[in-house]
């Protein structure tokens, strides 16, 4: 018959006793901070103090004045950025996506404004193909808000195989134009409703 070992034992019972004292320790702590009394200010309190001194239509907060918006502002950023929960000018990112409808989108990131399309062979010539990336850079509706990187690749008669062709920065500058109309006519468009 074997002997428990008195030290064995008393580590044994040592070990709950301890977690029992950490877990009384930590209720302790949590029910000293449960007696403190919270007052906010309501808008409706507010309205009856005549406190002149506090706005009510723009109260700050610890995330700075526009405070944290995850899924788009409220009205008055809405005007300038066109809201709609994406991290970049919701115009912007419409017309991005209209303008290059007829393209598949391979890629489409609305946090980081960024639209990659796949290849692209236009009916009407099938030795060529093109690919583009669309980098929406501001949250305002500006000229210089969108770039467009345009590649164009062509097919090698006697391979089949396709190689990089030179496309004009006209080309670019053509397609940035088309999504900044089309940006504004969806602005337009917002307004009026």
């Given at each position: ?62 995330f700075g004045g526009e405070g944290l918006s995850l899924f788009g502002g ?44 796949d290849w692209y062979t236009p009916p009407e010539a099938p030795q060529e ?65």
């Amino acid at each position: 018959m074997r002997h428990d070992n008195p030290r064995r034992r008393h580590r044994r019972v040592r070990r709950p006793l301890l977690a029992l004292a950490a877990a009384a320790g930590l209720l302790a702590a949590c029910s000293e901070s449960a007696n403190v009394e919270h007052s906010y200010p309501t808008t409706q309190a507010l309205k009856t103090s005549g406190d002149s001194g506090y706005n009510t239509s723009r109260q700050q907060s610890i995330f700075g004045g526009e405070g944290l918006s995850l899924f788009g502002g409220g009205r008055e950023r809405e005007a300038d950025t066109g809201g709609g929960g994406v991290a970049v000018n919701s115009f912007l990112w419409r017309a991005s996506l209209d303008t290059v409808s007829f393209m598949p989108v391979a890629s489409a990131d609305p946090f980081g404004g960024v639209i990659i399309t796949d290849w692209y062979t236009p009916p009407e010539a099938p030795q060529e193909r093109f690919k583009l990336n669309v980098y929406i850079l501001d949250r305002q509706l500006r000229a210089d808000g969108v770039r467009v990187a345009v590649f164009k690749q062509q097919q090698d008669p006697m391979s089949g195989n396709w190689v990089d062709a030179p496309v004009s920065e006209a080309t670019a500058r053509d397609i940035e134009d088309k999504i900044l109309t089309r940006a504004r006519e969806l602005r337009v468009a917002t307004r009026v409703e």
